[in-house]
């Protein structure tokens, strides 16, 4: 699975971009840590894939990581259905809270690379 793209449908780049230019809180204090490499791995923003955006990929080895605010709270079944479809691509998830970004950061990046590490050594 290292490197390899995942197809997306081409209209959610440009939503991507949007998502890019508007990051939640959370997104940007988790880019500051993970950007440039700062795990070892390089981590993109925002990325289209099938039919969704994730919030964060690492195609060297499949990782993404989802920060879940409270436009989250009522969308269990469809945040599980697109992990699923997603895991069925080969795709790796770690899903952390927006509160955990905020009040926990360094146990976020703890556990971020730990999976790393993990996924690597694979």
Sequence with gaps: MKNRIIP??????????????????SEIL????IKKRALAVQFHRQVPMLHYIVDFY???IGLAIE?????????????????GKLEEHGVNFLRFSDA????????VIFVI??????????
């Design 8 to 25: 997306y449908e081409p209209h959610l780049r440009e939503y991507a971009r949007h998502l890019r230019n508007n990051s939640t809180l």
């Design 30 to 33: 988790l880019w500051q840590k």
């Design 58 to 60: 690492c195609h060297e």
């Design 67 to 83: 920060i879940d605010g409270s436009s989250h709270d009522h969308k269990y079944d469809y945040d599980a259905k697109r992990q």
């Design 100 to 107: 955990e970004v905020k009040n926990n950061l360094c146990n």
């Design 113 to 122: 690379q730990n999976k790393v590490e993990e996924l690597n050594a694979d």
